[in-house]
Nanobody, 120 residues
């Protein structure tokens, strides 16, 4: 099994910054992609930022120029640096990791979610 542990959420004022972390552990042979999603109250979960092992990175239009996704490969950890936060960034943020385990099976795993609240 693959386990994801997220941290870094909290309450921040508009214009502030937060850094989310997600560490993957368990039966991981290789990782294909590490992504961040978010779900605001009453809305569907949406992709915020995605990163694959080929080096391709993509962002939702709403966060371009403000959020940065990065990875620490050896530690199987992905980060989301969030700057210039806006109230509309308020949501539960979820880490998502896909890859292959030690027996050659593909896996997809979700973190438990971390809440980000942007409010004055």
């Amino acid at each position: 099994q693959v386990h994801l542990v997220e941290s870094g959420g909290g309450l921040v004022q508009p214009g502030g910054s937060l850094r989310l972390s997600c560490a993957a552990s368990g039966s991981i042979w290789s990782i294909t992609a590490m992504d961040w999603y978010r779900q605001a109250p009453g809305k569907q979960r949406e992709l915020v930022a995605g990163s694959n092992t080929g080096g391709s990175i993509n962002y939702a239009d709403s966060v371009k120029g403000r959020f940065t996704i990065s990875r620490d490969g050896p530690e199987n950890t992905v980060y989301l640096q969030m700057n210039s936060l806006k109230p509309e960034d308020t949501a539960d943020y979820y880490c998502h990791v896909s890859g292959r385990d030690y027996i050659g099976e593909n896996f997809r795993a979700w973190g438990q979610g971390t809440r980000v609240t942007v409010s004055s």
